[in-house]
């Protein structure tokens, strides 16, 4: 188990002693799960962007479904998907700076 004082010098002289403050398990638990939830919001952005990316053009490919309207549905998905991602970057404004 760490000590929670820390052996201090200054300058070669006397030491002395000083308390050192140990981090807020609250904010530790707040900071991971902001991150965790920006990590899964991430997550279902890539997902949107690579799914609504290659299902139309593999639809428009193989002539199920007009170029226009593929492009139309890639178009979507992308701006869906960057929503998502700079949602995410968001949540992570919230972490709280830890002492």
Do not use: C, Y
């Not at 052996?7 to 070669?12: F, T």
């Not at 904010?27 to 939830?37: D, F, G, Q």
Request: cysteine-free; glycine content about 12%.
């Amino acid at each position: 188990m760490q000590s929670p004082f820390e052996l201090i010098s200054e300058n070669g002289g006397g030491a002395g002693v000083r308390f050192a403050r140990a981090e807020s398990p609250v904010s530790l638990i707040h900071n991971e799960r902001t991150k965790l939830s920006a990590t899964w919001l991430n997550s279902i952005a890539a997902a949107a962007v690579a799914v609504g990316g290659i299902a139309p053009s593999i639809a428009a490919v193989t002539g199920t479904l007009s170029p226009l309207l593929a492009a139309g549905l890639v178009l979507f998905w992308f701006l869906v998907g960057a929503g998502l991602h700079f949602t995410a970057r968001a949540i992570l404004g919230r972490l709280r700076d830890t002492p």
